[in-house]
């Protein structure tokens, strides 16, 4: 099977231009590729895993990718997907998540001698000159194709600031900076992106010739990949200060049942073969599958002996054994009523429910355990020395659980 071949098989291909010189280019390791972050935040997530995980696979086929930090593209905001505008960020907010993102890419890409670039394009675009722009990129755009695009029309009725309507332009110009700087002839990107990326293809083309190498090619589930990155308690980090490996394991460990090969295709470097036996598994041994995407994500992001903690952990916690690597909350002495708290209250301190009356219902209602056993009595109480005497886990539901200490 070749490189593109497994990349199709993989699920990860959605819509390409010019098919069979990317199969060339890829196959052979001739593609000079990026892929575009915009510095939102100080950490990556789990929806750029996708985009990481791909750079790395073709890295190890030869190809060289160049990571593009959008220091610049981050003093606009990218519109796709998006209601509303996004809160403008200081310079020094955007290299400040800058630098943490080369840290975190580092686990996934090879960035010694050679094999791969990371570059901002701050170094370009804050040094445009207006009115030169216009004239050198602006006779290659139709407001009526831009206005058309996909990247705009969920923004079209609530309204699109000219700023953002920008994004498109200044995207199109990374490609063509980088096909001339870096000699950069292939980009990758979601399919919330494709029309932002055929505009760079275009520019390249109108201005440099037809013959010039410009390519692109969207991830299939990019967009999804995205979602993958938010629960209902907030984002999925890869900066284990956020999310701790711990909670990165669980977060992928109780993925649903329809989804576990998918990311197992998509995410990991297993086997294909490995993964299509798996096919027909089912009940238990789809737990068994989840624990390998886990374990094999963990340990992509934090480390072999990161990964394997988290697992013991995971499985003591569904055993109800020791679970010491698990999300910890603190209760004093200011928490106690009559020397003691009250399963109402621990559930609140620990964070697991946001009012007494929330943590009321799900006691009630059987969704609360202590290390293992059901509690339904909403008067249980607990004294510091029973907190203390053995590891103490308060769990609600399937996948909110908390060691509780007393200090």
């Given at each position: 099977?070749?490189?593109?071949?497994?990349?199709?098989?993989?699920?990860?291909?959605?819509?390409?231009?010019?098919?069979?010189?990317?199969?060339?280019?890829?196959?052979?390791?001739?593609?000079?590729?990026?892929?575009?972050?915009?510095?939102?935040?100080?950490?990556?997530?789990?929806?750029?895993?996708?985009?990481?995980?791909?750079?790395?696979?073709?890295?190890?086929?030869?190809?060289?990718?160049?990571?593009?930090?959008?220091?610049?593209?981050?003093?606009?905001?990218?519109?796709?997907?998006?209601?509303?505008?996004?809160?403008?960020?200081?310079?020094?907010?955007?290299?400040?998540?800058?630098?943490?993102?080369?840290?975190?890419?580092?686990?996934?890409?090879?960035?010694?001698?050679?094999?791969?670039?990371?570059?901002?394009?701050?170094?370009?675009?804050?040094?445009?000159?207006?009115?030169?722009?216009?004239?050198?990129?602006?006779?290659?755009?139709?407001?009526?194709?831009?206005?058309?695009?996909?990247?705009?029309?969920?923004?079209?009725?609530?309204?699109?600031?000219?700023?953002?309507?920008?994004?498109?332009?200044?995207?199109?110009?990374?490609?063509?900076?980088?096909?001339?700087?870096?000699?950069?002839?292939?980009?990758?990107?979601?399919?919330?992106?494709?029309?932002?990326?055929?505009?760079?293809?275009?520019?390249?083309?109108?201005?440099?010739?037809?013959?010039?190498?410009?390519?692109?090619?969207?991830?299939?589930?990019?967009?999804?990949?995205?979602?993958?990155?938010?629960?209902?308690?907030?984002?999925?980090?890869?900066?284990?200060?956020?999310?701790?490996?711990?909670?990165?394991?669980?977060?992928?460990?109780?993925?649903?049942?329809?989804?576990?090969?998918?990311?197992?295709?998509?995410?990991?470097?297993?086997?294909?073969?490995?993964?299509?036996?798996?096919?027909?598994?089912?009940?238990?041994?789809?737990?068994?599958a989840k624990e390998i995407l886990a374990?094999?994500?963990?340990?992509?992001?934090?480390?072999?002996?990161?990964?394997?903690?988290?697992?013991?952990?995971?499985?003591?916690?569904?055993?109800?054994?020791?679970?010491?690597?698990?999300?910890?909350?603190?209760?004093?002495?200011?928490?106690?009523?009559?020397?003691?708290?009250?399963?109402?209250?621990?559930?609140?301190?620990?964070?697991?429910?946001?009012?007494?009356?929330?943590?009321r219902r799900n006691v009630q209602q059987?969704?609360?355990?202590?290390?293992?056993?059901?509690?339904?009595?909403?008067?249980?109480?607990?004294?510091?020395?029973?907190?203390?005497?053995?590891?103490?886990?308060?769990?609600?539901?399937?996948?909110?659980?908390?060691?509780?200490?007393?200090?």
């Amino acid at each position: 099977m070749t490189v593109y071949d497994e990349l199709v098989a993989r699920g990860l291909i959605a819509q390409v231009t010019d098919e069979e010189e990317i199969k060339e280019l890829i196959n052979n390791g001739k593609a000079t590729f990026y892929i575009g972050f915009d510095p939102t935040a100080d950490s990556l997530h789990v929806g750029h895993f996708m985009a990481l995980c791909l750079m790395k696979r073709l890295q190890m086929a030869g190809n060289k990718p160049i990571a593009l930090i959008g220091g610049g593209t981050g003093m606009i905001g990218d519109p796709s997907g998006r209601t509303d505008m996004r809160q403008m960020m200081t310079p020094e907010t955007i290299q400040h998540n800058c630098d943490c993102f080369k840290k975190q890419m580092s686990r996934f890409i090879d960035f010694s001698e050679g094999k791969a670039l990371m570059v901002n394009n701050a170094d370009w675009l804050m040094n445009l000159n207006y009115i030169e722009l216009l004239r050198e990129v602006g006779p290659h755009f139709s407001v009526n194709n831009m206005l058309r695009a996909e990247c705009y029309k969920h923004r079209m009725e609530k309204g699109l600031s000219f700023l953002e309507f920008n994004y498109m332009i200044m995207q199109s110009y990374d490609f063509y900076e980088l096909y001339q700087k870096y000699g950069c002839n292939m980009q990758f990107g979601g399919d919330d992106q494709w029309s932002n990326m055929l505009g760079g293809t275009e520019l390249i083309r109108r201005k440099l010739g037809k013959n010039a190498y410009a390519m692109t090619i969207t991830l299939l589930l990019n967009s999804e990949g995205k979602k993958m990155g938010k629960t209902q308690s907030g984002a999925v980090w890869l900066d284990p200060n956020k999310t701790s490996p711990f909670e990165f394991y669980q977060y992928w460990r109780n993925v649903g049942d329809a989804d576990v090969l998918k990311c197992l295709r998509m995410l990991t470097f297993l086997p294909l073969e490995q993964i299509d036996e798996m096919d027909t598994w089912e009940g238990s041994q789809l737990n068994q599958a989840k624990e390998i995407l886990a374990f094999e994500l963990t340990k992509l992001v934090h480390g072999e002996e990161e990964a394997v903690k988290a697992q013991e952990s995971s499985r003591a916690l569904f055993s109800g054994g020791n679970a010491a690597d698990m999300p910890t909350a603190e209760i004093t002495e200011a928490d106690l009523r009559d020397g003691k708290i009250d399963i109402m209250g621990l559930l609140v301190a620990a964070g697991l429910c946001a009012s007494r009356g929330e943590a009321r219902r799900n006691v009630q209602q059987g969704g609360v355990s202590v290390n293992g056993e059901k509690v339904t009595d909403i008067s249980a109480a607990y004294t510091p020395d029973e907190i203390n005497a053995e590891d103490f886990v308060l769990r609600r539901g399937k996948k909110k659980y908390c060691k509780i200490v007393y200090k």
